[in-house]
Nanobody, 122 residues
Framework: QLQLVESGGGLVQPGGSLRLSCTASGRTLSSSAIGWFRQAPGKEREGVSCISSSGSMTSYADSVKGRFTISRDNAKNTVSLQMNSLKPEDTAVYYC???????????????WGQGTQVTVSS
């Protein structure tokens, strides 16, 4: 059974940066596409970024393009999300998920982590 654990969340001022990590256990991540999603209070879960199993293809939500970068290290069974120029509207619980096809649609993913809180505030 694949288990995912997110880390790296926290409180940051507007304009700051955070790096989220998604670490897998139970089996290798190398055959899975990985997506990052977020959910703010009272809002639906939305896709932030995703990466194919090989890492050759990535996709980003328009709201984070140019600010966030997704990457993966299959040897370390880890996927990272570098978040720069953070804005208050980026505040949410961030989740990573694993599935067969890379997509910003949360319904395409089978395994989910518990989430990590990101708060952008002065």
């Amino acid at each position: 059974q694949l288990q995912l654990v997110e880390s790296g969340g926290g409180l940051v001022q507007p304009g700051g940066s955070l790096r989220l990590s998604c670490t897998a256990s139970g089996r290798t991540l190398s055959s899975s596409a990985i997506g990052w999603f977020r959910q703010a209070p009272g809002k639906e879960r939305e896709g932030v970024s995703c990466i194919s199993s090989s890492g050759s293809m990535t996709s980003y939500a328009d709201s984070v393009k140019g600010r966030f970068t997704i990457s993966r290290d299959n040897a370390k069974n880890t996927v990272s999300l570098q978040m720069n120029s953070l804005k208050p509207e980026d505040t949410a619980v961030y989740y990573c998920a694993a599935g067969r096809w890379y997509s910003l649609n949360p319904g395409r993913y089978d395994y989910w982590g518990q989430g990590t809180q990101v708060t952008v505030s002065s």
